[in-house]
């Protein structure tokens, strides 16, 4: 599953550039059919530029999975991952295919004109990725020196790319050949294979194997020709269009719906990046119908999420069928098909496929953000990890990020010492090659809520909801595109120094637990003391149970139950730690009542401590609340 993950957080960086090019293209479309004028300049001039990338998405998802599954990468990993999609797609073209099988271009499988998909690029992306995480820094004899380390990596994959291509020479056939058998058996099976083609037709869009069953009901392969039918009005009133047209109200409101759903149970400090994604696709869904975009988004991200929705899709087709309701498109199932293909012959009582949009919208909305919720899945701006971060905020200025990584570096053996770095909601984890020069003590006073040794090689360092920008810190600074922070400027802010005039934030908030309120300078950790993971109070408690403070979102349960970390309305991130070094007691003691995701307010019962097991295992009770994303913020407590 962390492979999945991980590969689509990859995916994240073809997808971010495809809602504009997917309207674009619509526009472009939608000039050239209402004018009837397929040379019109404006037109062609839109359609032409947002073709452009979606026309080449295969390729686009080669070079970002290369660079996005490949460690610490560099646009060598980028170029090993172009080099592989055209060694195999030039293989597997269907005049290469011709010249290997000595037969005519025009008698090669269909299966080859196929082959540029995306799953395909996502193998090549793949084989790029690995190619240079492992002959980035490989070392050939002096007379071949000069094709050493990086420009190794294109030759390795091209290499990779041979096998690659062999074997889909001879695999690649039989698939399609048995997709498009499988297709027109469907045939059969009336309004119930219609839902059934729905379903695999999403289904088969990660593997781009979805174009064998379209061929199969759109086209004149089996003798349906549903689209060219409907566009020409010579099919039948009635059949025609029932391929098409359950397809409207997913993309129409269904997915924008779903990306709705994704919005609202983002993280409140991530809302805005993901409103980018998920709202441009959405505009791209609804009026073009072009819905990889949103799609993708949770594809790898949340693959259960998928299923659910092609389920979804695959009743809409269903349903429709059996309705007296037909239309078809053009370009896709958006409202721009759906508006041309109103005074259609074919279409039959469209004006009920919007109604059935909006039923569509409210079931994706209210499913997907229970099932999101519910199971904790890691879709757009959920998971601190995915490539939704804005990468320039480490760089332009946050000092203190950047203080803190420099001590991170120092305190985990230099940065030679990290084979490998990654972060997830609150947490460092890391690969060091020597365990023995890791300092805890010294991580702790730079910053750390904890350091965690899970076995072998792994350190895990708890920091706080602003680890990804103290992890996008470090690997600047462990790749130079950043100097650390001077030891004499973080001298001065440690003794308060810093001359910069602040402006004091008041948060109000409920006390979150019954006992007596003192400054944090109380308490006897200097992370915590010292506002160095950020300015708050603390409780001296007296009954165990800590209750929200205020109206806001779950943000964070650390697993050992110890803390918890919400995001309140207005964007205020808080931080609420029971007890000092109580993460060592492993969660003993802590019970956890809300789950990540959920909506509390004030005094709803966020977990329980027992206050004596703490003092019995050694452990200072006194628990620190803090404001996470405001250095200057000052707690009152009411």
Known sequence: MKFFQRLGRSLMLPVAVLPVAAILSGIGYWILTATGNETNIVGGFFQIAGGALLDHLPLLFAIGVAI????????TSALAGLVSWLVVTNLLSPSSVAIFKGVAEEDVNLAF????????????????????????????????????????????????????????????????????????????????????????????????????????????????????????????????????TGFFPVMMMGLPGAALAMYVTAKSSRRKVAAGVLFSSAIASFFVGVTEPLEFS????????????????????????????????????????????????????????????????????VVFRAIILKFDLKTPGRDEGDMLTDETAVLSGERKHV??????????????????????????????????????????????????????????????????????????????????????????????????VRTTHLVRLRQPMAGAVVPLSEVPDATFAQEIMGPGVAIEPSDGEVVAPATGTVGHVFPTGHAIALVLEDGVELLIHVGVDTVKMQGEGFTTLVEPGQKVTAGTPLLRADLSAIRVAGYPAITPILVMNDKDAQIELV
């Open 113 to 244: 004109t196929n082959v540029e998909n995306v799953f395909v690029g996502i193998l090549c992306g793949l084989i790029g990725a690995y190619s240079y995480d492992h002959f980035k820094d490989s070392e050939l004899p002096d007379a071949l020196a000069f094709f050493s380390g990086r420009r190794s990596v294109a030759i390795v994959a091209a290499g990779a790319s041979l096998v690659l291509s062999l074997v889909l020479f001879f695999l690649w056939p039989l698939v399609f050949t048995g997709l498009v058998g499988f297709g027109e058996f469907i045939l059969t099976l009336g309004p119930l294979g219609v839902g059934i083609y729905g379903f695999l037709n999403r289904m088969l869009i990660p593997l781009g194997l979805h174009h064998a069953l379209n061929s199969v009901f759109w086209f004149d392969v089996a003798g349906i020709n549903d689209l060219g039918n409907f566009l020409n009005a010579t099919g039948t009133y009635g059949v025609t269009g029932q391929y098409m």
């Open 298 to 365: 949770f594809m790898f991200l949340a693959p259960g999420l998928y299923v659910v929705h092609a389920l979804f899709t695959g009743i809409s087709m269903a349903v429709s069928a059996m309705l007296p309701v037909r239309m078809g498109f053009g370009f896709s199932g958006g409202f721009i098909d759906l508006v041309l293909g109103w005074v259609n012959p074919m279409a039959q009582n469209p004006w009920a496929i919007p109604l059935m949009g909006i039923f569509w919208f409210a079931v994706y909305f």
């Open 68 to 75: 996005g599954m490949a460690k610490k990468p560099d646009g």
């Open 403 to 500: 203080a803190a990584a420099t001590a991170f570096l120092t305190a985990l053996g230099g940065k030679d010492n990290i084979t490998d770095l990654e972060n997830c909601t609150t947490r460092l984890r890391m690969e060091v090659a020597d365990t023995t020069l890791v300092d805890d003590g010294a991580l702790k006073q730079a910053g750390a809520a904890g350091v965690v040794h899970p076995g072998g090689q792994s350190v895990q360092v708890i920091y706080g909801t602003s680890v990804q920008f103290v992890k996008d810190a470090m690997e600047s600074i462990m790749t130079g595109r950043i100097e650390p922070a001077d030891a004499a400027a973080l001298e001065a802010d440690a003794d308060g120094t810093d001359t910069a």
